[in-house]
């Protein structure tokens, strides 16, 4: 048990550690948040990990959701950086020491994004009770302060999926390969890969997929490697539910298209056709998977004004236009589309029952029994 000076010393020194990470890791759009509110107003501060906001996928989706919020529910930009902010923590040591300065600063809400910010949010949703947090891809924080948004990203994979298969085979490739590169495994990456699978395997049963996981959100340089080495030995297409580390895949994608390869990259959570362009019109990411974070952080925000919020469980599916697929590729032909399009109608209408987790998944006809996806939460 620690004496009263150690604690103390823990005390002042976690103290100094949020003051530390919020003077050198916030990146404000400006002011002092909570003090310039007016009554009624609803101020809060995204927490978010070493990607940022700029990372262009599930973090500046989540950003868009929030400036969405202050300019369409405000029905103007005047007191945008006077109600909201964002900080980008280096490293999970800031965890909870930034989300319990932010909680002490006084925002009436404080949003944290991915699963690495679980355990924190749960530990400072129990010692601040009063305090409304939410988190977005988590779906087992269990406190009566806590928003849990999480999303259908199976629905979303299995329509990219589709269209990648349909795309091999519209390019007459007699046995294509898919690839799929995730970020770490764990229940929410593996929603992706397995939902993306038994959309190609709708369109070309049994046919072969890889996977690989980096390890990390935020090293493209291992994806880009990996992704030249599945081209170079045949890959197609390869899908990246990887953070910015997905943005090596399609770095790698563009530089191989350039040089006349016909090799695709599926981007993630936002469209990032724009990302893959190399020439004129031309990009290398196929498609993207649609995770509309945007949804989710608006709702959030609105929860606290109307005063609904509570602590549960909203899960957006394709049905609450939770998720989808971008058709911004001119590379993506109107048969294709009019076909992705009509999958969704089934999934929607609960005639296309697609599985969600690996052990599922695994029992159905031809699906791969090795991959590196992970049903436990313990592997995130």
């Known amino acids: 048990m620690k004496s009263t000076r150690e604690k103390g010393l823990f005390q002042a020194a976690a103290i100094l550690l949020a003051l530390l990470a919020l003077a050198g890791c916030a990146k404000k759009s400006g002011g002092e948040v909570a003090a310039a509110a007016e009554p009624g107003d609803v101020t809060m501060r995204l927490v978010c990990d070493v990607s940022g906001i700029d990372d262009k996928s599930f973090n500046a989706a989540a950003w868009r959701g929030i400036l969405r919020y202050y300019g369409d529910s405000l029905g103007n930009t005047a007191k945008k950086g006077s109600l909201y902010d964002y900080v980008i923590c280096t490293g999970p040591d800031q965890y909870i020491p930034v989300i319990q300065a932010t909680t002490d600063e006084g925002y009436d809400l404080v949003i944290a994004t991915g699963f690495s910010f679980a355990d924190p949010i749960g530990e400072m949703a129990g010692r601040n009770p009063n305090q409304k947090y939410m988190i977005v891809d988590v779906d087992w924080v269990a406190q009566p302060n806590v928003l849990n948004a999480v999303f259908a990203e199976h629905e979303g994979s299995y329509l990219v999926g589709v269209a990648a298969a349909l795309k091999a085979q519209e390019d007459g490739i007699a046995k ?41 959100w935020n090293s493209p340089d291992l994806a880009k490697t990996q992704a030249k080495n599945w081209f170079d030995s045949g890959v197609y297409i390869i899908y990246s539910a990887a953070g910015a580390s997905g943005n090596g895949t399609i770095a790698q994608a563009k530089e191989y298209r350039s040089q006349g390869k016909n090799v695709w990259a599926i981007g993630v959570d936002s469209d990032q056709y724009e990302d893959g362009i190399y020439k004129g019109t031309d990009s290398a990411v ?95």
């Open 286 to 380: 196929y498609t993207s998977m649609l995770k509309r974070v945007e949804s989710a952080t608006y709702a959030g925000i609105n929860a606290v004004k109307n005063g609904s919020f509570r602590g549960e469980v909203i899960t957006f599916d394709l049905k609450a236009d939770g998720v989808g697929y971008a058709g911004t590729n001119p590379a993506m032909s109107a048969g294709i589309k009019a076909k992705v399009d009509a999958a969704a109608e089934e999934i929607k209408n609960s005639r296309i029952s697609i599985a969600a987790t690996y052990a599922a998944a695994k029992a159905l006809p031809g699906f791969p029994q090795d991959l590196k996806a992970s049903d436990s939460s313990a592997a995130e």
């Open 176 to 216: 294509p390969r898919f690839g799929f590169i995730g970020g770490q495994a764990g229940p929410t990456i593996t929603k992706f890969e397995v939902g993306y699978i038994q959309g190609i395997h709708s369109v070309i049963p049994g046919a072969d997929i890889i996977d690989y996981y980096v390890g990390d």
